[in-house]
Each structure stands twice: as C-alpha cells, then as structure tokens.
C-alpha cells in the first residue's frame, strides 16, 4: 500500500482547506488516518475512516465539527475536509492506513504511511 498525501498549503483563520490522500493497493478492510505533527511535538491523531464504510469516522476531540474525513473509493482517494481553520492547526499532516477494521487513533497501530504536506494557517 503506498499514500500519497497533498492539498497543503497557507491559509488564514476561519479558511477551509481540503487534504487528498491518494491510496494504491488493496484497502477495502483498512482503517484510513490522519494524523499531524506540529513544530516540536509530537505526532497525534485527527480524524479516521473507514474504507470498507466512509460511515464509520471518528475524530479527535480538537477537530469535531470542523474536519470531516471521507474516502472516494473510485477514486482511490481519502479526505480531509478542514473547515474553520485556526492557528494552531498548523502542523504537517500524513495520512496513514491500518490493516484493521478495530478503530484505534494510536499512531503506532497504523501500518503504513505517507509523506506529509504542510498546513499553515495565520491569525
């Protein structure tokens, strides 16, 4: 499996901004993540979702109700919707798969990933 994430980019608070993560190989039991990294911490959990059922999402608590997570499967392509930017939502997010259908947001649960692409967002 091979992720390859895009869609990055500046953006000013109250922006929207929507992230692609393009998916080969065969994902139809895997969980799809998204996780960031800001600037001297660590790696933490956004949003995932299911590839078998874009339904079954979760999300971290930070970004409930302003990020949506989706998946395209004709288009081999998953999502993230990021609405009402803030500030410290700047950070360098990768999106991930997990060869499972148990939801996790445990970073090293994830077996693959890919490059990340840069958010920035200014106040």
């Known amino acids: 499996v091979q992720l390859q994430a895009s869609g990055g980019g500046l953006a000013q608070a109250g922006d929207s901004l929507r992230l692609s993560c393009a998916v080969s190989?065969?994902?139809?039991?895997?969980?799809m993540g998204w996780f960031r990294q800001a600037p001297g911490k660590e790696r933490e959990f956004v949003a995932a979702?299911?590839?078998?059922?874009?339904?079954?999402?979760f999300y971290a608590d930070f970004v409930k109700g302003r990020f949506t997570a989706s998946r395209d499967s004709a288009k081999n392509t998953v999502y993230l919707q990021m609405n009402s930017l803030m500030p410290e939502d700047t950070a360098v997010y990768y999106c991930?798969?997990?060869?499972?259908?148990?939801?996790?947001?445990?970073?090293?649960?994830?077996?693959?990933w890919g490059q990340g692409t840069q958010v920035t967002v200014s106040s």
């Open positions: 991930a798969a997990r060869r499972s259908k148990i939801p996790t947001r445990e970073l090293q649960e994830f077996d693959y």
């Open positions: 979702v299911g590839w078998w059922d874009a339904v079954d999402t």
């Open positions: 190989g065969r994902t139809y039991s895997y969980y």
